[in-house]
C-alpha cells in the first residue's frame, strides 16, 4: 500500500530521491539543469506526497535490467570474452608468421653468408605461437 502523501517527509525520504534523481542524470534521462531544479525541490518538500510529485514522469525501476522480450531477442548478441580472438584470430596468426618468417629469412642470410650464429629467432617465434596456441585451444572450449 503506498504511504499517505500528507505525511511529512524524513531526510532520509528527501536523501533516497535525490540519489534517484542523480540516478536518472547519469542516466541521461534528465539534464544537470532540471536535476538541480529537481534537487531544490526535493529539499525544500515537507510531505512525501511533494517528493512523489519531483519523480512522477520517471520510470522507478532501470528499463535496461528488465528481461529482454522473446521477439528481440535474436537480435541481442551476446558477448563473450574470447571474442577479440575469434575477430582477430587470423591477424595474430598473421602477424606471427610474417615477424617469424622475416626473423628466420635474416637467420638464414647470415647463415648462407658464413656466419653462423645461435638460432635466436626461435626465442621471438616460439613464445609468441605458445601463446596464441594455448588461447586459440582454449578460446574454442567456452
Known sequence: MPPNPDIRASDADRDRVAELL???????????????ERLET????????????VTAD???????ELPVPESQRATVEPVRA???????GRE????WAA???INLAIWLLLAVTGTMVYPWWIW????WGAVLLLITVLGRRR
Open 58 to 64: 520517471l520510470p522507478e525501476e532501470d528499463l535496461y
Open 99 to 101: 615477424v617469424s618468417g
Open 22 to 36: 542523480r540516478e536518472h542524470c547519469a542516466q541521461g534521462r534528465i539534464t544537470v539543469d532540471e536535476l538541480n
Open 82 to 88: 574470447s571474442g577479440v580472438l575469434e575477430r582477430h
Open 42 to 53: 526535493v529539499y525544500a518538500s515537507k510531505t512525501l506526497g511533494q517528493l512523489q510529485e
Open 124 to 127: 621471438v617465434a616460439g613464445p
Open 92 to 95: 595474430a596468426w598473421g602477424a
